[in-house]
C-alpha cells in the first residue's frame, strides 16, 4: 500500500513537474506547480513527516503560489504560441542543469548533515520519541540547526530590504 | 472485521457532518435574511412556510431548474472546476473540528464480537483526530482562494478578473495575522490537536486569557470569509458581482454554498480554539458547540449590516501594519506570561 502510494505520488509529482516547464500557458504552468506541491505534500505524509506535508501545503501550495498567480494575472502574459524556437534553444543548457543539481542532490543525500535525522526504516519510532513532528522539528531548528536557521532568516530579511530599496522611487 | 466497523462507523460520522453542515448552509441564508431585514425594520422572506422556513428549500429548487448558461469562454474546464475547489476547500476543514465530546460508545458488539473503539478516536465527535489538525485546517481554508482566483481569471471577464486579483492580495495581507493569532492559543494549550485544545478549555476558555488573539482572529477571519466590510472580491457597486458575475445556476450555487459554509467553518474554529469548543453545562456537547457556533454566525450577520464595506487599500493597510504587529506582539505577550506564570 505504501509503496503503492509513493509510485501514484511521485509519478504525480514528475508528470505535473515537467508540464510546469513545458506548458506553453504560464498561468497553467503555475496551476500544474501547485499540484506537483500538493503530490510533494503527499510524498512527505508517506514520510510520517505531517508537519512538513502541512506546511508545504500551507506555505508554498497556499499562499506562494498565489502570489505568483497574482503576478501573472497583473503582467497579463500570453501564452507563448506555436512558435517554440526560443524554449528549444534554452534546452540545450538542461542537460548541465539537470547534472549539476543530480550532484547536488548525491551530495545532500551523502553528507553528514543527512545523518541528523532518522535513517531509513525507524522514521516513526525516532518521531515518536522526539514527541510528534512538531516538537521534533522545533527541537531541530533551536539546537542543531541553528545557525543555518538564523543564518537563513539574514539572508531572507537582507533579500526583503534589497527588494525595498530596488522598488522605492528616488525622492529629491 | 474491526477495520470494517472503524469504516462504516467513520462513513456514518461523514454523512453526519455533511448533512447538518449542508443543512445548517442553506439555513444560514434564510438566517442573513431574516436577521438583515430584522436590523433594517423590514419581514425578509415570509412567504415560504411559516416565517420563510421553506425558502431555502424554494431557493435550491429554483438554482437547480435554472438555466446553466455555456458561456464561450476561452478555458471552459478551469471556469467548471473553479466553483467546487472552492467549495470542498470550504466544506473539508470540518473534518478535523471536534463538533462533540463522545457520539458512539466506547466498544460496540458486532455479531457477537466485541469492538474497541478508543482506538483512532473513532468514538469521539470528530471525523479525524489529526495531530496538526490546526495546521490542517489553515492549509486547506487557504486554498479556496484558488477557486476566487481561477472562476475570475477564466469567466474571460474584466470585473470577474479584478474580483480574483483582489482576493490574492487580500489572502496574502490577512493569512500571515490569522495563523500568528492562532499561535497563541496553541502556546497556551501546548498542543496542536484540536481535542486537546478543547479539553484544556474546561476550566476557561481561551478567549479569556488571549483576549487581543481572540479579537485578531475574528478579524482576520472576516478577510477570510470574505465578509463585509472585507467583502471587497464581490462588492456589487465596482466589480457587478466580482468573481461570479459569469456564473449562473448550480455553479453560482457552489459559490453561495461555499460562501456561507466558509463562515459557518471558521466561526466553528473560533468557537473550537476560543470559545471552549463543545464543552459547556447542562446541554449536550453537541448543542453547545451548534449554539456557540450559530451565535458567532450571527454575528458576522450583524457586523454586514453595521459596517460599512473598506476600500481596497485600507485593507491591505490594516491587514500589514495592524494585525500584523498585534498579533506578533501577541505571541511575545504570550510568550512572557507562559515564562513567569506557565
Request: charged letters at 10%; a positive charge; proline letters at 5%.
Amino acid at each position: 500500500m505504501e509503496l503503492f502510494l509513493f509510485v501514484v505520488f511521485s509519478l504525480i509529482t514528475l508528470v505535473s513537474a515537467a508540464a510546469v516547464v513545458w506548458h506553453p500557458h504560464p498561468v497553467k504552468s503555475a496551476l500544474f506547480l501547485i499540484v506537483t506541491f500538493f503530490a510533494m505534500g503527499g510524498l512527505y505524509l508517506l514520510m510520517q513527516a505531517e508537519f512538513i506535508a502541512l506546511m508545504q501545503v500551507l506555505v508554498y501550495a497556499g499562499a506562494v503560489m498565489v502570489l505568483f498567480l497574482f503576478v501573472i494575472m497583473l503582467l497579463n502574459l500570453k501564452p507563448r504560441g506555436e512558435d517554440r524556437s526560443a524554449f528549444r534553444k534554452r534546452l540545450r543548457w538542461a542537460a548541465p542543469l539537470i547534472l549539476v543539481f543530480l550532484g547536488a542532490a548525491l551530495t545532500a543525500v551523502t553528507s553528514p548533515l543527512a545523518q541528523l535525522g532518522p535513517s531509513a526504516g525507524q522514521g516513526v519510532g525516532w518521531v515518536e520519541s522526539q514527541g510528534g513532528n512538531v516538537r521534533a522539528v522545533g527541537r531541530a531548528l533551536f539546537t542543531h540547526a541553528f545557525l543555518p536557521f538564523e543564518v537563513t532568516s539574514v539572508v531572507l530579511l537582507v533579500a526583503v530590504v534589497g527588494v525595498i530599496v530596488l522598488a522605492k522611487k528616488e525622492r529629491r | 472485521m474491526d477495520w470494517i466497523v472503524y469504516g462504516v462507523l467513520t462513513l456514518v460520522k461523514t454523512a453526519l457532518v455533511l448533512f447538518i453542515l449542508l443543512t445548517a448552509v442553506a439555513y444560514a441564508t434564510l438566517m442573513e435574511r431574516k436577521v438583515l431585514g430584522f436590523m433594517q425594520l423590514r419581514l425578509g422572506p415570509n412567504r415560504v412556510g411559516p416565517w420563510g422556513l421553506l425558502q431555502p428549500l424554494a431557493d435550491g429548487v429554483k438554482l437547480f431548474f435554472k438555466e446553466d448558461i455555456a458561456l464561450p469562454v476561452s478555458e471552459p474546464r478551469l471556469y467548471a472546476l473553479a466553483p467546487w475547489v472552492t467549495a470542498v476547500a470550504a466544506l473539508t476543514p470540518f473534518a478535523a473540528i471536534p463538533f462533540a465530546d463522545t457520539i458512539f460508545p466506547e466498544t460496540v458488539s458486532v455479531f457477537g464480537r466485541t469492538v474497541d473503539l478508543t482506538v483512532y478516536g473513532i468514538h469521539r465527535g470528530v471525523i479525524a483526530d489529526l495531530p496538526g489538525a490546526v495546521l490542517f485546517i489553515l492549509a486547506i481554508s487557504s486554498l479556496s482562494t484558488y477557486g476566487v482566483v481561477l472562476g475570475g481569471w477564466a469567466s474571460d471577464n474584466r470585473y470577474s478578473l479584478l474580483g480574483g486579483i483582489r482576493v490574492t492580495a487580500q489572502m496574502i495581507s490577512y493569512e500571515l495575522s490569522l495563523g500568528m493569532a492562532v499561535v497563541g492559543v496553541l502556546m497556551v494549550a501546548g498542543s496542536m490537536r484540536l481535542t486537546e485544545i478543547v479539553e484544556a478549555q474546561s476550566r476557561l476558555p481561551f478567549v479569556v486569557y488571549q483576549p487581543l488573539g481572540f479579537v485578531l482572529f475574528l478579524t482576520a477571519a472576516f478577510a477570510e470569509a470574505c465578509r463585509t466590510p472585507f467583502d471587497l472580491i464581490e462588492c456589487e457597486n465596482e466589480l457587478v458581482a466580482g468573481y461570479h458575475t459569469e456564473y449562473s445556476s448550480m455553479k453560482f450555487a457552489l459559490f453561495q454554498l461555499a460562501e456561507y459554509a466558509h463562515i459557518i467553518t471558521v466561526s466553528a474554529i473560533a468557537v473550537t480554539l476560543y470559545l471552549g469548543g463543545w464543552q459547556g453545562p447542562y446541554l449536550p456537547s453537541g448543542a453547545w458547540f451548534a449554539l456557540k457556533t450559530a451565535a458567532l454566525v450571527f454575528f458576522f450577520i450583524w457586523v454586514r449590516a453595521t459596517y460599512p464595506r473598506v476600500r481596497f487599500d485600507q485593507l491591505m493597510h490594516f491587514g500589514w501594519k495592524v494585525l500584523l504587529p498585534l498579533s506578533l506582539a501577541n505571541v511575545v505577550a504570550t510568550g512572557c506570561f507562559l515564562m513567569i506564570w506557565g
